[in-house]
């Protein structure tokens, strides 16, 4: 659907029909580097759509829609981001066409203001995990709605991210947020800790409220985060964190008793209980974060045939089929569709970012190098990064290859003592040189 002569994008209801909420057209919304839903930025290989999925969940109809979209107005190339999203690249000239399909299949804002600031990570297993404390799912909606519908939270930078935690033993808890909430019990009651500028699994709470104060804490933070940032100060990192906590008018509980456990490894891939009876869900990687539309649809089927119609993204750039009762046909499914579905597979391991055959910042082809890596049985997590941004990896991998020149890369290894990446080990290594590094390590060492 073009825009209208005002420079208008009707949103459609899809079982009506009915315009409502007009959106403004891209070209209307403010600048940033960030591709959105209804702003798509420029790379090499064609614009990208950035598709911001509500605790990454997703319908089956939807899931289509994006395939759909994809082939008919991009290069047919989906990526499953670090933020349990989806993006579309390599789209041509018909984006105003691209954008009105994914609104009809409402999986846009309910205002172009709300697009940039839909940031908010639940668990891939709200509501479905054994060890979680609540059902995250509400409380996320309601944030989600103000964050939308409250036009000074349009100010927040497109960066600025929320986690809501409810301690599932499924959890990403090592991207940084610019305010985290986790669930923690104390004398029988479901409180929420909460952090500033960090995440549960690596830094301590500031404090924590009742569990029924979590929206309006988060109201409150948001409020004074605007009230004292200066136009550059765009994240939380950059305000002094005792100056926001001595300004906020909440009474604060102390974090007594708060320890977050340690997610589970590896429970992003493979079929494991949920917390209702008979049903079990089936976590996958899309290799190195890449789809094409033959897998979401079919990904999108066996949701549909198994489950409950729906299917999660995950922040490991996979996906998760919940309240599924035959796994085992679901697992044959997503291996013939191409999915990983395995943390034996070496590839199910590793991440890279676009590359060069993509991002005019890449110094070396990521996704060929890391297909070639991954034959050489490098034996460990590895993030293969273009350039020191690190799109790919929101979190500190156990080893990341940074790129200096095409098919040549500097290798570091994670140590908690050591910013960024973590200790240089070694120089400008060809793959084959870094696969033989990772190989003799891994026999050697086991610790991270």
């Known amino acids: ?86 993006q579309i690249r390599g789209i ?35 509501g479905i995990d054994p060890q979680m404390l609540f059902d995250t799912r509400p409380l996320a909606e309601q944030i989600l709605a103000t964050l939308q519908n409250h036009p000074r939270f349009h100010e927040l930078s497109a960066k600025f991210a929320v986690q809501l935690d409810g301690c599932e033993a499924l959890a990403m808890l090592e991207h940084h947020h610019d305010v985290w909430l986790s669930a923690f019990e104390r004398d029988g009651e479901t409180l929420l800790a909460f952090g500033l500028a960090g995440c549960p699994g690596l830094d301590a709470p500031c404090a924590a409220v009742p569990l029924e104060q979590g929206h309006a804490l988060v109201v409150a933070v948001l409020e004074l985060f605007l ?41 992003h891939l493979g079929t494991y209980p949920q917390r209702q009876k008979d049903l079990f869900y089936v976590g996958a990687v899309a290799p190195l974060g890449r789809l094409d539309s033959t897998m979401l649809k079919g990904v999108a089927q066996l949701a549909s045939a198994f489950g409950d119609g729906t299917l999660r993204f995950t922040p490991w750039q996979g996906v998760l089929l919940p309240n599924v009762k035959k796994p085992a046909a679901v697992t044959e499914g997503l291996q013939r569709l191409g999915f990983l579905c395995s943390v034996d597979q070496p590839l199910a391991r590793l991440i890279a970012c676009t590359g060069s055959s993509g991002c005019g910042k890449g110094l070396a082809d990521t996704k060929a190098d890391a297909l070639q890596l991954a ?39 994670r140590e908690a003592a050591e910013p960024g990446f973590g200790r240089l080990h070694a120089r400008t290594l060809s793959i084959e040189a870094a696969g033989a590094l990772l190989r003799a390590r891994s026999r050697s060492n086991t610790d991270d």
């Open 1 to 86: 659907m073009p825009p209208d002569k005002a420079g208008i994008i009707p949103r459609l209801y899809p079982s009506t029909g009915s315009p409502v909420n007009p959106t403004p057209a891209v070209n209307t919304l403010r600048p940033s580097a960030c591709p959105g839903l209804l702003r798509i930025v420029q790379a090499l290989d064609g614009g990208i759509c950035r598709i911001k999925l509500a605790g990454g969940s997703i319908t089956a109809a939807q899931a289509i829609a994006v395939a759909d979209a994809a082939q008919a107005y991009a290069g047919g190339v989906i990526e499953a981001t670090n933020r349990a999203n989806l």
């Open 92 to 126: 041509g000239t018909e984006q105003d066409a691209l954008i009105a399909l994914l609104l009809a299949a409402d999986l846009g804002p309910n205002n172009a203001g709300g697009d940039d600031v839909r940031n908010l990570m639940l668990s891939p297993s709200a």
């Open 227 to 267: 009230d004292l940032a200066t136009p550059t100060q765009t994240r939380m990192r950059h305000l002094a964190v005792d100056n926001l906590l001595s300004r906020l008018n909440l009474p604060l509980l102390p974090v007594d008793g708060f320890k977050r456990p340690v997610s589970g490894a590896g429970l």
């Open 375 to 413: 034959a050489l049985q490098p034996g460990t997590e590895v993030h293969l990064s273009g350039c020191p941004r690190s799109c790919a990896a929101a979190h500190t991998a156990p080893v990341t290859l940074l790129a200096v020149s095409p098919g040549h890369y500097d290798v570091y290894f």
